[in-house]
């Protein structure tokens, strides 16, 4: 059999797999392309700088031994990193090219030309007959890196936080892109990091403000005619920070605006940082050529805290209060509450204050009682199309797809996932499950749990399938 340079690759990718974390080669190795074989130097396309710079700075022994074991002790690999251009036209590169070739390809961005370039600017966040020059940053100081514990499910993204603070507009994290659901950290660490930013330099223009706002600032700032004052406003941020971008979803104006102002703060080294309920990747309704551009730098996702990480939040929580708690305790509430920080630390308020309240000791007894309101109480209702909801857009298809009459192997399986979870997650009959997903009957969604089950235990890509839509269900 001849050797290729994706044969070679996937040799490599075999040996990197049984050695690094799952979730560590999904993000590092999993987008990465083999391009050719040249003698003994293989070729790999990544997807941007920042990546082939944590490949280097991680990953450079494991890439080592994996690729001397296929290609022997004079192996050499060579990095194509994959910039986009302006017009969305892919323009490879290798890493030998000189950073000045780099900037050129970006410099093609256009910007919208300025009648008004007076120094009197209109300030949105300016009540109306009120003169102010200085732009408060709109940060809450109480969010900082200090509470904002680190572990597995949100260590890259306060890495790369802490190299924006430090060097704000001179990493490759530009922009830096914090996605996760809901009471996960996002808008913490976006806080966090301006906040810092303010502190070790003070000059910058540090701005915070969520994507509702800002939407709402356009409008009204072309209701009164001055959205060039309102786009040069936004150019003299040095760094912008955007919550919740995927707000944006829809609003075209909003976003040619957002695009613009985007342009020119990147080209002048200014930094951006956003949060997203999503990856780019799932978002609905953002133009492409945006989209381009939230890929250019760094794309970090923050997970579901573990166990060790929930105990810890639990204790970093009490301690800033002042509040001793039995560690047996501390353990049986990050036992039972799984789903985000936001939640976690509402419970151990509402523990604390029914203690003080009513002047009990705080036992195990107590722990129970309040977890078992709180999870109750906080926890979503989960309807039969909210997980069809779930399913079709995890599958990206509309919900008419998932409940048509097609054969198609994945609409049929995406339709058996539905009534699988429907099944789990509600009360409702098998014959009301069938009649709510496609007209079906009761048999039908039967031999569908039937199927789920069966391929979760035989098929790894169904089971990771099953997994996924069981973490967005349980959020």
């Not at 990544?46 to 890439?63: A, D, M, R, T």
């Not at 910007?111 to 003169?131: Q, T, W, Y």
């Not at 080209?267 to 997203?276: A, F, P, R």
């Not at 203690?355 to 078992?372: C, G, H, M, P, Y």
Request: glycine share 4%; hydrophobic share 40%; with cysteine.
């Amino acid at each position: 059999m001849s050797v290729t340079a994706q044969s070679v690759w996937n040799n490599c990718l075999d040996f990197i797999k049984d050695n690094i974390q799952p979730q560590a080669y999904k993000t590092w190795f999993e987008p990465i392309v083999a391009v050719k074989l040249t003698g003994t130097a293989l070729s790999i396309q990544v997807p941007s700088k920042f990546f082939y710079e944590w490949l280097e700075e991680h990953y450079v022994k494991i890439l080592k031994v994996s690729l001397t074991k296929e290609l022997g002790e004079t192996a050499k690999l060579v990095y194509i990193i994959k910039m986009e251009n302006t017009y969305g036209n892919k323009q490879p590169f290798t890493e030998k090219i000189p950073s000045s070739n780099r900037s050129a390809v970006k410099s093609q961005n256009v910007d919208i030309p300025l009648n008004n370039k007076s120094p009197e600017l209109r300030n949105p966040f300016v009540i109306p007959g009120i003169r102010n020059v200085k732009i408060e940053s709109q940060l809450n100081p109480n969010y900082s890196f200090d509470n904002f514990l680190e572990g597995d499910s949100n260590r890259l993204a306060r890495s790369a936080g802490l190299a924006v603070a430090a060097k704000p507009g001179g990493t490759s994290f530009n922009p830096l892109l914090i996605f996760g659901g809901v009471g996960l950290g996002k808008t913490h660490l976006a806080h966090a990091i301006g906040v810092d930013i303010k502190d070790k330099y003070p000059e910058k223009t540090v701005l915070y403000i969520s994507a509702e706002k800002f939407t709402q600032q356009y409008i009204d700032a072309v209701k009164k005619n001055n959205r060039n004052d309102f786009i040069h406003f936004y150019q003299i941020i040095d760094v912008l920070i955007i919550d919740d971008v995927q707000f944006l979803s829809g609003k075209t104006g909003t976003q040619d605006v957002f695009f613009h102002i985007f342009n020119h703060l990147h080209q002048n080294g200014k930094q951006v940082i956003l949060t997203s309920d999503k990856a780019p990747v799932d978002m609905q309704d953002i133009e492409q050529r945006l989209l381009s551009r939230f890929k250019w730098g760094l794309s970090a996702e923050l997970q579901n805290p573990d166990f060790e990480t929930r105990v810890s939040i639990l204790k970093n929580k009490l301690y800033r209060d002042g509040v001793e708690m039995p560690e047996d305790i501390i353990d049986y509430v990050a036992k039972n509450i799984k789903s985000n920080v936001r939640e976690l630390e509402g419970a151990i308020i509402s523990l604390i204050a029914q203690s003080s309240f009513n002047k009990k000791e705080i036992t195990i007894d107590l722990a129970r009682v309040i977890v078992e309101k709180f999870v109750k109480n906080t926890k979503r209702e989960v309807s039969i199309d909210y997980i069809q909801k779930v399913v079709s857009d995890y599958f990206q298809m509309d919900i008419d797809t998932l409940q048509s009459k097609t054969r198609k192997r994945h609409i049929v399986q995406a339709r058996q996932l539905a009534m699988f979870f429907a099944k789990k997650y509600t009360k409702a009959s098998l014959a009301s499950i069938g009649s709510q997903i496609g007209k079906r009957d009761h048999a039908t969604v039967l031999h569908a749990c039937k199927t789920v089950d069966n391929l979760s235990s035989t098929d790894k890509q169904f089971k990771k399938y099953v997994e996924d839509i069981t973490k967005k269900l349980s959020v």
